[in-house]
Antibody, heavy 119, light 108 residues
């Protein structure tokens, strides 16, 4: 069965960077894009961007351009999101989720990684 | 950017009642690119409906989706206790992908 398993809770100071991983299993990694979605405490869902694991191509929401980098390691079926210049506004639960051009909906999600940015 | 506006923000109902949730888009969305998700506190979203009207695997038939263009609806025919949660619509037809702000279905 399909699984997306994310790395654990992170606590960072303002100005720092964070890298969150999303290890996938149960399907062909390069067949589905990996998207990242975040949710601030008590708020709704915010789409951050995607990476095509096959090509490495990325598409970031304009809000995060210049501050986010999505990468992947196909040898271990894992995707990563790197977010720098953190502020308290980045405190949120970060989810990875998959989708494809043929099936654009997000059918499987990671469990979420809580990032807290605080001095 | 395609803005999705959900209504109402909160729906207070009792188990057994019918729930009707609305999602209105600021520009036309292909039905293929409209999905609904359910989220419970502390959990990842769960795909309910894709392609505006198709139920995802394992989703009970009391959940149904309809609509086209700029107006979409999620209906829960008879609320079960486990259905009290927050529901989001999402469009995937244009970048950035956007979610509605969510509708909370709470027990009255």
């Amino acid at each position: 069965q399909v699984h997306l398993v994310q790395s654990g809770t992170e606590v960072k100071e303002p100005g720092a960077s964070v890298k969150v991983s999303c290890k996938t299993s149960g399907y062909t990694f390069i067949a589905y894009y990996i998207h990242w979605v975040r949710q601030a405490p008590g708020q709704g869902l915010e789409w951050m961007g995607w990476i095509n694991p096959n090509s490495g191509d990325t598409n970031y929401a304009q809000k995060f351009q210049g501050r986010v980098t999505m990468t992947r390691d196909t040898s271990i079926s894992t995707a990563y999101i790197d977010l720098n210049s953190l502020t308290s506004d980045d405190t949120a639960l970060y989810f990875c989720t998959r989708a494809s051009r043929a099936t654009p909906e997000h059918d499987y999600w990671g469990q979420g990684t809580l990032l807290t940015v605080s001095s | 950017e395609t803005v999705l506006t959900q209504s109402p923000d909160t729906l207070s109902l009792t188990p057994g009642e019918r729930a009707t949730l609305s999602c209105r888009a600021s520009q036309s969305v292909s039905s293929r690119n409209l999905a609904w998700y359910q989220q419970k506190l502390g959990q990842a979203p769960r795909l309910l409906i894709y392609g505006a009207a198709s139920r995802a695997t394992g989703i009970p038939d009391r959940f149904s989706g309809s609509g086209s263009g700029t107006d979409f609806t999620l209906t829960i025919s008879r609320l079960e206790p486990e259905d009290f949660a927050v529901y989001y619509c999402q469009q995937s037809g244009s970048s950035p992908r956007t979610f509605g702000q969510g509708t909370k279905v709470e027990i009255k």
